[in-house]
């Protein structure tokens, strides 16, 4: 045990050493610079330990004083706001139209929908004062927006010539989470939400799958992430859903993330908020409703897919900076002026920054390798010379020397092979570890011992997946469109089973 | 008085005619056709009605659920999505950076700022229960993020060498307002929020003065909108400000809009919240901030500046439609199949859509012109013979006659000439209503009988500035930066006075 003494020596060191790092210059410039050349903890010795060094030294994130509500920083919005941009291009071209709705829900709004409010009241924050005076009805923080939706569409659907519907919207949900991670789970995050309204059940459910596939897309195109797309089972389900369709990816350490998901409400949503419409024979119908989202979990996964002991590897299209060109002995007469000049030239058809600061190169090469800019431009004065300049790209680290005349094709190929091989490399990974199984022995051995993901038949019962889960901490991540179907025999029961489900431990 | 029975009877007829505008596609139709056909509240009629008729016949946004909260529908935020892709890539262009922060603010930081929390807390909803249980503090749903701003900054920044910090959110803030009106004031709304930190005073300055023109620019530029730009009052400025700047826009009403408000806070935020940095020379400085912020209420000012007894007018490079192309006779063989044609055609160079609905070409005029859209483009079998079509300016309903072969060039100089004019129409509205006057009688006279800006003396008494809002309604809009500064008498006390204030009733 400790001395009180020594406790009180302890807390005037720590007390004095705070002071000098917060306020000397030179206090500062050694945190800094220990703060980047002090490696990261690597991936393969504390997964939980590396994910949070790169969220903190990329500087993606942080933490805020509202507990577990976190600040986005600009090189993490940075990352968003290109997500947003593509993804929102895509859903317009499938007809979608963004909205504004209401952040507050009345609490009786919330209540109609049965199943809905009883998967989200546990996690609702209520505002119960407005200006000094207590409400007569509590407004719950939107956890997501399906209610306020119907309740707008009840009012705005007449007849079928209204239909569809196909709104969403851009904005920031809270669930009151007990444990938070950035980007994972917080009880704050943005996100898009879907909603739409249709005159038949074949339109509704066209119309989830349709958003699921541009969810696949994105994900391969953009984010090189493969994902493995199929349905939740009963218990996975949303709250309120009549179908939940997911996208499931694998993390580096073989932990599943649910990347998006896409529901179809058939009728009932409609039934409990009256959302109704004249159909062309002047029957009163039900609208066919579905919802769908994603959020900033994504960058969650690129993150976990991706990164590597150096910090993060960004796919080159949602990269916020694709290009940093480093200058080598940028005290030379010259070496700044052409750097500048290639960022210049650059920046017509790149996202191109200069890091002119007067860190040492070492140091600006650890600072593009933590924030995973897809490649770097080394330039110096015999470069300039020789007419040329070396590319190296941040996933592979491999050292190409380019012409100058001819570093926008150059570019252009290598960003587009880092693309490619991004996507490759993540679903090698995946593919290797991902196991087919047919006995609980089996089972059990692979989750406790083999991160990944394991493909098993089972018999739909509840029972089996509860215990499953319970046995394993495994859940049923999706019945997968491709081979979902198969007959086998249930993993856990050894009844016969009709349906094939991926299975892991999830985020 | 109505006698009971006859009260039943009006009831039961309310009851069943409801009943048949929802439920019959006939009573849809019916209704529709009204609502289109049936003109607006004339503006000099109502023009409080006619901007309501305005928001809900273009269908910008409508009322939701949710008392004093609106809904955005696809129109109104068509605006909104491209005022904010315009002015954030201005911000951008200033070395502005996007960040987000907490929806919620604990009662404890909000508190640190007195002036600040005074100014806001009697207009705060607060948030006392997060998932199941009562929050130990409660939280306060942003009505603006200074506090988190600071919050943050104390942490971040260290050293000069972390400053400027240029950040800014686009976000919706929650203020308990008692009166709400769409766009103009409602309990939530969407704004950009920038917040600054700076070394010095005077960079400080710089920049809360550089965001106000980069105001200035976007409102004549892209809204057509001239403003006043100038300086607060002590009275008007911000909670927690050392000085508000403001641009002050006149409505056709020739009420005032404050449209838009950057400010200086000097090193007052910074000390309560000790946002501070070790300086070149490692003394420990309070870093100066600003903020500033542009509102849905832009929305509201496009609408009352440009708006006429037809609808909306919408300047053409923020209108999310610029054309409508509409067929004349499209039953006719060739019509539609041309009408779709050009609209391939121009999609490459506007914002172009086609109402090939089966509605009159007449309703269709109608509609396009609540919309505001700036220009319509009539196409019939005989233009389609001659090679021409029929161009009409939304503004002016203008005719012109133009070949096809030279549509692009045409339409282009079309929808330049009528953001231009549209300018400079506003303009001469607002300098027509601006009078100058010295006497307190000249000044009651003037507010009473001409609606518009009064330009008169002020001695920088409170009292004089009290009195003349009690006795006329009218509140100082602003000391406008040309001609702020000249010498006259006050016009309430005729005391000496040193500036020259904007005076009006404003929203």
């Known amino acids: 045990m400790v001395s009180r003494p020594q ?8 007390k004095i050493w705070k002071l000098l790092i917060k306020h000397t210059e030179r206090g500062n410039k050694m945190a800094k610079d220990k703060k980047m050349v002090e490696a990261i903890t690597s991936m393969d010795e504390d997964f939980a330990q590396w994910y949070t060094d790169v969220v903190k030294k990329a500087e993606l994130a942080d933490y805020s004083s509202v507990k577990g509500f976190v600040v986005l ?33 009345p609490e009786s709004l919330i209540n109609k929908e049965k199943d809905h409010v009883e998967g989200f009241a546990p996690e609702a924050a209520w505002v119960t004062h407005g200006g000094s005076e207590e409400l007569q009805e509590r ?40 444990e938070t991670r950035p980007f994972l789970r917080t009880r704050e995050f943005l996100w ?29 195109n953009e984010l090189a992430i493969p994902v493995i797309k199929g349905q939740k089972t009963e218990k996975e389900k949303f709250a309120g859903a009549v179908s939940t369709y997911t996208i499931e990816a694998m993390m ?25 419409f004249t159909d062309k024979d002047n029957s009163i119908q039900y ?32 990269a916020p900076t694709q290009v940093m060109i480093i200058p080598i002995m940028q005290n030379k007469e010259g070496v700044l002026e052409k750097a500048n000049e290639l960022k210049n030239r650059l920046s017509a058809d790149f996202r191109v920054k200069l890091d002119d600061s007067d860190k040492t190169p070492g140091f600006k090469f650890a600072d593009q390798e933590m924030r995973g800019i897809p490649v770097r431009v080394e330039i110096g ?27 926008e094709t150059k570019l252009a190929e290598i960003l587009e092979s880092i693309q490619k091989d991004m996507l490759e490399r993540a679903r090698a990974h995946r593919d290797s570890h991902t196991y087919s ?5 089996e089972f059990k051995e692979t989750i406790a011992n083999k991160p990944g993901f394991i493909k098993a038949h089972w018999c739909e019962s509840r029972e089996c997946e509860d215990k499953i889960k319970e046995d394993t901490s495994a859940s049923a991540r999706c019945i997968p469109f491709e081979d979902g179907n198969s007959e086998g025999v249930c993993v856990c029961c050894g009844k016969p089973a009709k349906k094939l489900v991926y299975w892991g431990k999830a985020y």
């Open 252 to 276: 580096h350490d073989g932990k599943a993330l649910q990347s998006g998901t896409s529901h179809n409400f058939g009728d009932g949503f409609a039934r409990a908020y009256d959302v109704t």
């Open 381 to 407: 004065p015999k470069d300039i010379e020789a007419n040329k300049c070396i590319v190296v790209r941040r996933d592979n680290r491999e050292k190409t020397e380019v012409s100058l005349d001819e570093l």
């Open 7 to 14: 406790d009180l020596r302890e807390f005037e060191f720590v």
């Open 73 to 105: 920083k600009p090189y993490g919005f940075g990352i968003w706001e290109n997500i947003q941009k593509t993804l929102d291009s895509a859903f317009k071209s499938t007809g979608v139209e963004n909205v504004c709705m209401p952040l507050l829900i």
């Open 139 to 178: 407004l719950c923080v939107r956890p997501t927006s399906e209610t306020l939706f119907c309740d707008f569409y009840s009012k705005d659907i007449r007849s079928y010539r209204d239909l569809p519907k196909v709104y969403n919207q851009w904005c920031s949900v809270v669930r009151w989470e007990k």
């Open 287 to 318: 609208a066919h409703q579905t919802s769908w989202g994603v959020s900033t979990r994504m960058i969650g996964a690129i993150i976990m897919v991706h990164g590597d002991d150096n910090g993060l590897v960004l796919p080159p299209r949602i």
């Open 437 to 441: 199984v047919t006995t609980y022995d």
């Open 192 to 220: 898009q939400e879907g909603h739409t309204a249709h005159a038949t059940e074949e339109e509704a459910q066209a119309r989830t799958i349709q958003m699921l596939n541009v969810y696949v897309d994105f994900f391969e």
